[in-house]
């Protein structure tokens, strides 16, 4: 049973585009929502995290995007460049009741062209 | 800087062997984690652990236990390994933080197991 869907499965870009990997989930009582982000040989490293409070969420390229009412969140890195290809991973948990228990989605592979 | 050290990186095993797969995490975390990570299917939550000598399941918890004797290490114990459990695992630490969630997971490079 998958409680966080991701798509796409795979992602090419040309450098300078935007990149868009989105996620929706089933469970309601989920109220923090992590992109972690791994590079080839390496263990998955956080990228950025929302809370349910706030619709958006910048650090520098990568903005998180939530959509309360649609269960959806969404990762989008502005002016990709190469260094940014890597598997993204959103992932989900209920914080209050289950810690830092997260359930994963199942990975989108980016490529950026140079 | 934050360590979390899983201490064999690439082990190929035989079918029925015993695996011990070790971690070790140097920022004093309560809370460590063993994911495994296979294509198409992600992370998924093998076992858990809060504290010294305290074990929770996870998802996949089948065929799979573990060992927390000191705070820092968190072995994963294949009793009887098998071809299906052939798998990248990932150790994972967390600090507790009064008990509510959303903390950094901080995790180790994986170790990569075939079993044969």
């Known amino acids: 049973q998958q409680q966080v869907k991701q798509s796409p499965q795979s992602l090419i870009v040309q450098k300078g585009g935007i990149s868009i990997i989105n996620c929706a989930y089933e469970n309601t009582a989920f109220d923090y929502f992590p992109w972690y982000q791994q590079f080839p040989g390496k263990g998955p490293a956080l990228l950025i995290a929302?809370?349910?409070?706030?619709s958006e969420k910048k650090e520098g390229r990568f903005t998180i995007s939530f959509n309360k009412s649609a269960k959806q969140f969404s990762l989008h890195i502005m002016d990709s460049q190469p260094g940014d290809s890597a598997t993204y991973f959103c992932a989900a948990s209920n914080s209050w009741s289950s810690g830092d228990k997260l359930t994963f989605g199942t990975g989108t592979r980016l490529a950026v062209r140079p | 800087d934050v360590k979390v050290t899983q201490s064999s990186r690439y082990l190929v095993k035989r079918t029925g062997e015993k695996v011990f797969l070790e971690c070790v995490q140097d920022m004093d975390h309560e809370n460590m984690f063993w994911y495994r990570q296979d294509p198409g299917l992600g992370l998924r939550l093998i076992y858990f652990s809060y504290d010294v000598k305290m074990k929770e399941k996870g998802d996949i918890p089948e065929g799979y236990s573990v060992s927390r004797e000191k705070k820092e290490r968190f072995s994963l114990i294949l009793e009887s390994a098998s071809t299906n459990q052939t798998s990248m695992y990932l150790c994972a630490s967390s600090s507790w933080a009064g008990g509510s969630g959303g903390n950094t997971i901080y995790f180790g490079e994986g170790s990569w197991l075939t079993v044969v």
């Open positions: 929302i809370r349910p409070d706030v």
